[in-house]
């Protein structure tokens, strides 16, 4: 075993190591730091889990909107398309929705938006309903352009729909 030696020369005789400061412990000194960090990492988490379920819960409009851009328009069936899409949302949000049909169906699209505007309650969603039970009214473009905007619009930003007058005195009656 060799022995170190120092260095011979003059000017590093009187060299002398360089000590190492100790780490910075990341640990809190005291017990109101751990607490907070504690409670800050709780909150943190209970944040993320909140977020996460209002991701998964919102899920059917992320599939709906998907559907709706595959709903092929050139064909003749893509205004019944579009009816049983919306339809099976408004089944999925109350399943009392699935019995809805005509003035008390455009009504509930409308009473689900925060600003109650009638957007369905209105001549083009009258004529859009009666194209589904009579082959004599065809919708054009425009408005069938117009219906995806709407419906597309609505999906995005439907809240949970208010009972419409015909499902409340269902509901009283049962």
């Given at each position: 075993m060799t022995i170190h030696k120092l260095p011979g020369t003059y000017m590093l005789r009187e060299l002398q190591d360089v000590t190492v400061p100790d780490a910075i412990s990341w640990q809190p000194q005291t017990a109101g730091w751990l607490?907070?960090?504690?409670?800050?990492?709780?909150?943190?988490?209970?944040?993320?889990?909140?977020?996460?379920?209002?991701?998964?819960?919102?899920?059917?409009?992320?599939?709906?909107?998907?559907?709706?851009?595959?709903?092929?328009?050139?064909?003749?069936?893509?205004?019944?398309?579009?009816?049983?899409?919306?339809?099976?949302?408004?089944?999925?949000?109350?399943?009392?929705?699935?019995k809805l049909f005509g003035m008390a169906l455009l009504q509930t699209l409308d009473n689900a938006m925060a600003d109650r505007q009638p957007r369905f309650a209105t001549e083009l969603g009258e004529r859009w309903l009666v194209s589904l039970v009579c082959d004599q009214v065809v919708l054009s473009v425009s408005d069938q352009l117009c219906l995806v905007s709407l419906c597309n619009d609505w999906l995005a930003h439907h809240q949970t729909p208010i009972q419409t007058a015909s499902l409340a005195t269902e509901a009283h009656h049962a």
């Open positions: 607490l907070l960090a504690l409670l800050l990492g709780a909150l943190a988490l209970l944040w993320l889990y909140h977020r996460v379920q209002r991701w998964w819960q919102q899920r059917y409009r992320r599939e709906a909107q998907a559907a709706l851009r595959t709903i092929n328009w050139s064909d003749a069936g893509a205004s019944l398309a579009l009816f049983h899409l919306i339809k099976q949302v408004l089944t999925h949000l109350d399943p009392r929705h699935g």
